[in-house]
């Protein structure tokens, strides 16, 4: 297949599985969480209620400057049905919003779904490529600047990107990426203590596709290695016989090894 082809391919097969959820869930679109027109959420409510609702926040991948939440509904298929809110968020990809800007606002709607839905059991982030990047630096906070500090239980960072040197000299940066010292303060492999200061009961597992390119592998495993060493609660998932792609579009499936280990980690498996 062509990039242009495998793009498509993968852009299909979240539209295909977000318009499943909406079918599935209770669909609340366009919740706001700020001003900008980007910022909203989609929220994807089980028909069932229950005292013990899990909730996990989406952050789409998209290299920061492609996709939205408008494709990102996919995982509420499995996890609905088995009582977990999931939100869609949506922020202002490049050239509209840089990269301050972008984890401003993943911040700014993590603390938003927790005052909106103060009644959940429990708080999840799963990001995937750029994604993985933000929901990274979501677990880097210092949420003392916000006066108020969201208890994160856990997190999956799916193929993502942790140091954001190594990219500033390949065309994908160009919108997102102008300055070093905007690189190296977004960059989660550089921000490892507050880490440890923010997020030291949140169980996060770093996930990476067997067939991911070199950087996105080696990243993965360096940034694994430095949470480790640092004494988070971390784990390693190398998932065989997936790529970049598939291994975020398989969370449609119940059955999906990653799907299975969110659900265990929520107590919903």
Known sequence: MSADAVIKAHVDALKSGTEKARALAQTLVDVPYGEADEETLDVYV?????PDVPLVVY???GYWQFLSKEESGFMAVPLAQKGVVVVAVGY???PKGNMDLMVSQVRRSVLAVIQQYSHISGLYLCGHS????????VLATDWSEYGISPQIKGAFLVSGIYDLLPILSTYVNEPAL???EVAIRNSPSQLVPQVRASSSACEIVVAVAQNDSPEFRKQ??????SLEAAGLKVTFE????TDHFNIIEQLVDENYH??????????KS
């Open 130 to 137: 750029a994604g993985a990047h933000l929901a990274a630096m």
């Open 59 to 61: 952050i789409h991948g």
């Open 46 to 50: 089980p028909n069932s209620s229950s």
């Open 92 to 94: 202002s990809i490049a």
């Open 238 to 241: 190398d998932v065989p016989d």
């Open 258 to 267: 990653l799907t299975q280990l969110l659900l265990k980690m929520m107590g």
């Open 178 to 180: 102008p300055l070093m």
């Open 220 to 225: 993965s495993e360096d940034y694994f290695k």
